[in-house]
Each structure stands twice: as C-alpha cells, then as structure tokens.
C-alpha cells in the first residue's frame, strides 16, 4: 500500500487498486536510471518496492540530489500534468532494486479525471512537497549546517522512517553542505547515539533526541 504520506498511502482501496490496474510492473536494478532529466514524458511510475534519488544535474555538472522516494511515491506527475507531455525535470535512479508500476500519461489523466479523491489526494501530495522545498530554500539561507542537516535527517525520517539508504555524500547535497562537514555533524549525533552509520546507510535511532538539537 505504501507509507501513509505517499501518494498510495493517501488513496483509498477502490481509488489505489484502479491506479495500479492501469499500468504494467516493470523491475530496476541498483544504480539504474529510471527516469530521465530532460526526456519527453509519456508515464508515470508508482513504486511498489524500493527506494530511488530524484537527481537533478546543474549547468557545471554537479549532481544534486532533491529527494528520496520509496515505497507508494508517485514519481514524474508534474510533467505528466504538464498538457500530459512535458519534459522530466530530475533524473530518478534506483538506490536499490525497485518495483514499480508504470502508468501512461493518459491513463493517468484519465484515472484523475474519474477519481475526484484521487485528485484530492495529489493536490495534498503536490502541496506538501512544495512546501518541502520552500522550507529547505530557506534553511540554506538561514540555518547553519548542524541544523539543516538535523532538519533534512527529520524530514527524511517522516518520509521514509528511521532507516534511511543514504551516503554521507547524498546528505550533503540535500544539506547544501560538503560531505567533510556533514561527517563532523554526524560523528557528534553517532556519539550521544542519536543516529547508527554504516556505509551508504544513516539510521536516526532517537528522532526526538535529534528534533530537540533543532534551534
């Protein structure tokens, strides 16, 4: 069904259970791009199993990762929205094998046209996430890095749940941070054990102990 804040999650049974019957299952291994930055859209992809990186790649061809995605995200909507034939924004690439269910552009349309909760449901996820990014905009100008890399853990944390497939180098790019600084940060979290790291995986063990560092 998908965590309770994604797109799946916000569905009921009969609205979910459409959606995924309109599309085909398709499988990604590791490191695979599933979708890509700048390519004509013609679907959109519910992930059922895995997580991904939604990527962006700047004009000096610095890798910015913008989010995490995983089980019942909605992934390539907006170019779907966009008059159904819009250009992806971000590359998506698999963190680790991922199942999803692709959905043509018009399916999509069509389902969200005959499903008015449905509607409902992406306007929530729609708005949420750009209030996500508006909030992040304004951490870099006005947090220093302890907290936006505090801030970043606590909203992955309500996105994807404690244990998160994340290097201390994805950290960085989400945090606006080097990966030097991010690594200090979280040696001090690992000290008083608010967070478990082990390669490319970042564990915040005590999410209250990490919120109450927030200032």
């Not at 499903?115 to 992406?122: G, N, T």
């Not at 979280?186 to 564990?203: E, N, Q």
Request: hydrophobic fraction near 45%.
């Amino acid at each position: 069904m998908g965590e309770p804040a994604s797109y799946l999650g916000m569905l009921d049974d009969a609205d979910r259970t459409a959606l995924l019957e309109t599309g085909a299952r398709r499988n990604w291994s590791t490191g695979a791009t599933v979708l890509f930055e700048g390519d004509a859209s013609d679907h959109v992809l519910v992930v059922l199993r895995g997580r991904v990186k939604v990527v962006s790649t700047s004009r000096e061809g610095q890798e910015l990762i913008l989010a995490l995605r995983g089980e019942g995200d909605l992934l390539g909507e907006l170019a779907a929205l966009h008059s159904g034939s819009g250009s992806r924004s971000a590359s998506v690439i698999a963190a680790v094998p991922v199942t999803g269910v692709v959905v043509s552009n018009a399916e999509f349309l069509r389902f969200l046209h005959t499903r008015p909760a449905a509607c409902v449901a992406l306007a929530r996820m729609l708005a949420a996430r750009l209030a996500r990014t508006e909030r992040r905009r304004a951490d870099v100008s006005l947090l220093d890095v302890r907290n936006r890399v505090r801030r970043v853990l606590l909203d992955l944390v309500a996105d994807q749940g404690p244990d998160l497939l994340l290097s201390q180098q994805d950290l960085a790019s989400m945090a606006a941070s080097t990966r030097e600084s991010v690594g200090r940060v979280l040696a001090d979290l690992r000290a008083d054990g608010v967070v478990v790291t082990r390669r490319g995986h970042i564990t915040v063990a005590d999410p209250v102990a990490l919120e109450e560092r927030l200032s």
